[in-house]
């Protein structure tokens, strides 16, 4: 072969070399981004189950606490109503009218207070997966600038 010949052959085999290797290497970034993906998706989903799993618990914690609430409420106001009957006078009716109005009014502010502090709870739980996602997420975007 002459020595042109052996040349163009060993520059093709360079740029065919060069060629399969880069081939190669954008197929391995390629993979390995959707391996990444598929991870920071999962991830997500993960996020996503907890989330709902914590937004769950924390409506039954507040279903159960107004239903308690209800009923403590209930038994109170009979209570009451009997204690009336009792009365033997107008002045009596008015004074134990409003001490059950005082102490129902009462027991309302705390219990709003009370789920007011569940509620939040509730809420910081609910979001907290999420909120570590998504911080995950800008870190990880950040890491490609």
């Known amino acids: 072969m002459s020595e042109a010949a052996e040349t ?8 065919t070399t060069a060629g399969n290797q880069a081939f190669k290497d954008s197929v391995e970034k390629t993979l390995a981004g959707l391996n ?6 999962k991830g997500n989903v993960e996020a996503v189950v907890e989330s709902l799993t914590a937004a769950t618990k924390g409506a039954e914690t507040v279903g159960a606490q107004a239903v308690a ?9 009979v209570s009451a ?3 009336l009957q009792g009365a033997k006078s107008i002045q009596e009716v ?9 102490s129902s009014m009462e027991a309302y502010v705390s ?6 502090e569940t509620l939040s709870a509730s809420f910081k739980d609910t979001f907290k997966p999420i909120n570590a996602r998504m911080t995950a997420a800008v870190e990880k975007f950040q890491s490609y600038r």
Do not use: C, G, P, R
């Open 81 to 83: 109503a009997k204690t």
């Open 94 to 102: 008015i004074e134990l009218q409003s001490k059950y109005a005082k």
């Open 69 to 77: 609430f209800s009923k403590k409420n209930w038994e109170e106001a």
């Open 8 to 15: 163009i052959k060993t520059t093709v085999d360079k740029f």
């Open 36 to 41: 990444e993906a598929n991870t920071l998706a």
């Open 111 to 116: 219990e709003m207070n009370l789920l007011t």
